[in-house]
T-cell receptor, first 111, second 115 residues
Framework: KQEVTQIPAALSVPEGENLVLNCSFTDSAIYNLQWFRQDPGKGLTSLLLIQSSQREQTSGRLNASLDKSSGRSTLYIAASQPGDSATYLCAVPNTASKLTFGTGTRLQVTL | NAGVMQNPRHLVRRRGQEARLRCSPMKGHSHVYWYRQLPEEGLKFMVYLQKENIIDESGMPKERFSAEFPKEGPSILRIQQVVRGDSAAYFC?????????????FGQGTRLTVV
């Protein structure tokens, strides 16, 4: 059974800092890994999808890496802004696209 | 191309009433997934449907909960005789394939409050 863990559970950084969010999964037989953002009381916004054959995927200030063999992914956020404050979730699908989510990292970027 | 549409966005029901949550997948997507997010908890899979078929309902409570995805119209998640513990955000996702290889797109969710 796939288990997904995210650390840290919460993170507070001053504006402008670069930061790394971590995601680990127990079953490395995955097609891809998705990172999402969730604002309080809102839905999920897909940030990045990184395929199992890829090592990295970039979108603007976001960079996701994937090390399938060790069961780890990181989301790097460069030059953080207060608008980046949200909960970040990683998720991996099984062979039927059923997603297993991590418990999330709650990020607060302060002025 | 509209995204995944869920309605209503907010739903308030008294204990014992029925709740019906609707989800229209993205155009061209025939695979629909329902997830539940209890307060201060992570998202948990409930059910996976294709048109007219339930593929996997392993995450759905055995009683009071049902789901359908008819040939025409949206997918419906139905909760009968709601209880306070059903209060949660319910999210729907759709995917063009059901083989784990493609991106899942989520709706904005329905926030159910049972009073």
């Amino acid at each position: 059974k796939q288990e997904v863990t995210q650390i840290p559970a919460a993170l507070s950084v001053p504006e402008g800092e670069n930061l790394v969010l971590n995601c680990s999964f127990t079953d490395s037989a995955i097609y891809n890994l998705q990172w999402f953002r969730q604002d309080p009381g809102k839905g999920l916004t897909s940030l990045l999808l990184i395929q199992s054959s890829q090592r990295e995927q970039t979108s603007g200030r976001l960079n996701a890496s994937l090390d399938k063999s060790s069961g780890r992914s990181t989301l790097y956020i460069a030059a953080s802004q207060p608008g980046d404050s949200a909960t970040y979730l990683c998720a991996v699908p099984n062979t039927a696209s059923k997603l297993t989510f991590g418990t999330g990292t709650r990020l607060q970027v302060t002025l | 191309n509209a995204g995944v549409m869920q309605n209503p966005r907010h739903l308030v029901r008294r204990r014992g009433q029925e709740a019906r949550l609707r989800c229209s997948p993205m155009k061209g997507h025939s695979h629909v997934y329902w997830y539940r997010q209890l307060p201060e908890e992570g998202l948990k899979f409930m059910v996976y449907l294709q048109k007219e078929n339930i593929i996997d309902e392993s995450g759905m409570p055995k009683e009071r909960f049902s789901a359908e995805f008819p040939k025409e119209g949206p997918s419906i998640l139905r909760i009968q005789q709601v209880v306070r513990g059903d209060s949660a955000a319910y999210f729907c996702a759709s995917s063009p394939t059901g083989d784990g290889s493609t991106e899942a797109f989520f709706g904005q969710g329905t926030r159910l409050t049972v009073v």
